[in-house]
């Protein structure tokens, strides 16, 4: 009796290694950081065989003048022993961090032992800095002739009471701050199982929300506050009612598939991106909807 064992040589197989797409670095992948604010950062990784870490390094440029010596890093495991997974992060620039040009590195293993290093140009800077910096400065989320749903800094206001009933009608307060140029709006309810929480306008995906508001300015020549209802012709944010047929988009959608009207959890949205200056701000509610 023979036995023969036969084994594949694999050494001279080149073993394949990560890849990444849809990289967003910073705010509408505006390749920028605010130190002491929250940085944006979305990619798509595929492994080779399966992702062991993502790690991030914020690194001083070779043969650049710093006022002092500083880097970042984070090491994600969260991700190890997927194939594809989409690594989306926010986190803090620290507060000591000089201003200045960085080198943003992103460094994927593969449980087969390949790496895939890229490294990517950017900019860190002041908020004092910048010529515009959207913030949410006020939202009061209303339930039309009952009171305020939700208030900003101030939480929900009507007890047990968070979110709306079929027929209530529903209006959004907001002011963005510190904005000039061109700049766009939405207010909107997504279902919390859509999984959709955009944070700049161009993200949105309309067959999954339902606006309920949508304003621009354009041209504002000096720093100021945008607001939906101080100034306008009517003076008040749109209304929708909870179960309308349509929703309040510049062109009117129609409230089915998957943005239908349920009994769930659902998010109130505001998303205002400045195009002039491809900056964005975005805040999600946590609120119900019943009565269907």
């Given amino acids: ?5 036969c084994k594949k040589d694999s050494d001279d197989q080149a073993l394949s290694a990560p890849t990444i797409a849809n990289l967003e670095i910073g705010s ?9 604010r929250d940085f944006h950062l979305d990619m798509d990784v595929t492994a080779g065989d ?15 003048t710093y006022p002092s010596n500083w880097s970042f890093e984070l090491i994600w495991t969260e991700f190890k022993g997927t194939k594809n997974t989409n690594v989306h992060k926010h986190f803090t620039i620290p507060k000591e961090a000089p201003t200045g040009d960085y080198d943003f590195i992103i460094k994927v293993t593969d449980e087969n032992g390949t790496v895939l290093e890229e490294k990517h140009a950017i900019k860190l800077v002041t908020a004092e800095s910048l010529p515009v910096n959207p913030e949410l400065y006020s939202l009061m989320l209303q339930k039309v002739d009952k009171g305020y749903v939700y208030i900003l800094n101030r939480g929900f206001m009507l007890g047990e009471d968070k979110g709306f009933a079929k027929n209530e009608k529903l209006k959004g307060f907001v002011d963005i701050s510190k904005v000039k140029g061109d700049g766009v709006m939405y207010n909107f309810l997504v279902r919390k199982s859509a999984g959709h929480l955009p944070e700049s306008v161009e993200k949105i995906d309309f067959s999954k929300v339902i606006v309920t508001d949508f304003r621009e300015h354009r041209g504002m020549v000096a720093l100021d506050y945008f607001t939906n209802y101080v100034g306008l012709p009517n003076f008040s944010p749109k209304e929708i009612l909870i179960g309308a047929s349509t929703d309040n988009n510049v062109s009117p959608g129609t409230i089915s598939g998957d ?23 975005h805040y999600y509610i946590p609120v119900t909807m019943k009565g269907f």
């Fill in 1 to 5: 009796m023979f036995f023969i064992s």
């Fill in 259 to 281: 943005k239908t009207w349920v009994n769930a959890e659902y998010y109130f949205g505001v998303v205002y991106t400045n195009k002039t200056y491809n900056m964005s701000v």
């Fill in 28 to 36: 509408g992948n505006n390749g920028q950081g605010i130190i002491g």
């Fill in 50 to 64: 399966k992702i062991n870490t993502v790690q991030i390094n914020i690194s001083q440029k070779t043969g650049t």
